[in-house]
C-alpha cells in the first residue's frame, strides 16, 4: 500500500512540475509548431508519465527509508516523542534568540 502511495506521488508531483516547465522548455527550444505542444495539459501527461516511470527505480528504496524511520522511531520512547519540540525550542530556540538578539522567545 505503501509503494502505491509513493507512485501517486510521484505521479502528481510529475504532473505538476509537467503542466509548469514543460511548455517553457518547448518553447525554449524553439519548438512552436503545432501549438498543441506548448499546451500545459501535453506537459502534464508527459511530466506525470515521465515521473511514474521513474517512480518504479526509486519506490523501493524510498519505503525501504520510510520503513527505517518507522522502525527507529519505535524504539524511542513516547515521552520523547511527543516533548521533543519543547527540549529543541529550549535548546536552540532560547539560544538563538539570545544570540542574535531575535525577539519572541
Known sequence: MLKKIVHLFFIITGGTAGYLY???????LGITEPGWLT???LGTVLGAIIL???SYWVADYIV????????????VPVGDLFFWQYRFDYWFGDRLS????????
Open 22 to 28: 514543460v511548455p517553457d522548455i518547448f518553447r525554449l
Open 39 to 41: 499546451s500545459p495539459y
Open 52 to 54: 511514474f516511470l521513474l
Open 64 to 75: 525501504n527509508f520510510l520503513k527505517w524511520i518507522e522502525d527507529g522511531l519505535i524504539k
Open 98 to 105: 539570545h544570540q542574535y538578539h531575535l525577539t519572541g522567545y
